[in-house]
């Protein structure tokens, strides 16, 4: 199905245009290499981000996720200083439109619609907050536990992504009006002081929940179990995608010339999925950093700890083994064998 519309961030729904897609990647590569003609490149890459808008198969994805798309085709397809360059594009649109915004506006919505559900990042800005707070001077210079630090938001933006793409995939299989109640029934689990997020979701809130949209709508039991197995797994891969995302902005964020407040940060001995899939996602993303000289912020500090990570049958062995492949590679993270401080 081709792609027709667009969501802004205001709400509206507008024309697709792919033009304005190869523009925008054309503007990163003339600042990249100003005597070059990319515009055919530009061209090639800008349907390639469309060719993956239609296998996702939303008819009206947002501005947000189709930037999101363009970075990982750069960083995939080579192109690293071009997506560094689009990402210094998109930070400066955005601190304009925050200048013009007014206060009422750049508050977060008290409601929870569709719109509210695609347009939630809390991973993203609890990491750019976190960002920030080192690159203006006033973080700690120890931050011991960040897979813990972060675990709560990865827990909330899998929720935002699970609920997502419940809410698609029960509109294609059963209609419009059981994907609404499953998104009232989220909208009151949160009211009522609920767990509506978890990663992964418990097999008790599922059954509740498939419980409440059969009983509000009698819909098959088959068919919203069905959904929600295949929104689990979608708002796995989303969460995964967002964090390494999100992790390349914050080592690219410090590393931009004249950061020279030094921090450091603890991790590896979280057990939690959440707190797991940030180790994960900052491994992967210093290892694939693009830059060849040494990561120099923050100073990353993996905990290798007896009964967590240090022998085979340890829960967190696989990302010790990811944490030395990426010292191999980029001489980070150091490797302390103590508890963090």
């Known amino acids: 199905m081709g792609i027709s519309v667009i969501k802004k961030r205001d709400g509206r729904i507008v024309p697709f245009d792919v033009q304005k897609i190869t523009e925008a990647i054309e503007k990163s590569f003339r600042a990249t290499e100003p005597e070059r003609e990319n515009y055919e490149l530009s061209t090639s890459l800008a349907l390639e981000v469309y060719t993956l808008l239609e296998l996702e198969d939303d008819p009206a994805p947002t501005v947000e996720h189709v930037q999101d798309l363009v970075e990982q085709v750069l960083m995939r397809e080579g192109y690293s200083q071009t997506a560094k360059n689009y990402i210094l594009y998109r930070e400066a649109r955005s601190r304009a439109r925050q ?64 609920r997502r793409s419940l809410h698609r995939t029960l509109e294609l299989l059963a209609g419009r009006l059981v994907a609404e109640s499953a ?127 240090r022998e085979p049958d340890d829960p967190n062995y696989d990302l010790y083994q990811l944490a030395r492949q990426c010292a191999a590679i980029r001489l980070v993270p150091d490797f302390s064998f103590q508890p963090a401080p």
């Open 99 to 162: 200048g013009v915004l007014s206060p009422a506006r750049r508050e977060a919505p008290a409601s929870l619609e569709v719109s509210d559900l695609l347009r939630g990042q809390a991973l993203t800005e609890d990491v750019r907050r976190l960002a920030a707070s080192i690159l203006d001077g006033t973080c700690p210079t120890q931050v011991p536990a960040l897979d813990s630090l972060l675990a709560p938001a990865v827990t909330a933006q899998y929720g935002v992504c699970y």
């Open 183 to 309: 998104l009232q029934y989220y909208a009151d689990t949160i009211a009522a002081g609920g767990t509506a997020a978890e990663l992964p979701l418990s097999a008790a809130y599922l059954e509740r929940e498939a419980d409440l949209i059969c009983g509000t709508v009698g819909c098959d039991r088959d068919t919203v179990q069905s959904a929600q197995r295949h929104a689990a797994a979608y708002a796995l891969q989303d969460i995964q995608r967002i964090g390494e995302h999100a992790m390349s902005q914050f080592l690219f964020s410090l590393n931009a010339p004249g950061c020279a407040y030094v921090v450091s940060v603890h991790y590896g001995a979280d057990l939690s999925p959440a707190g797991r899939l940030v180790t994960r996602s900052l491994l992967l993303a210093s290892s694939q950093s693009p830059e060849q000289k040494p990561l120099s912020h923050p100073v990353q500090v993996f905990h290798a700890l007896s009964g967590v990570s």
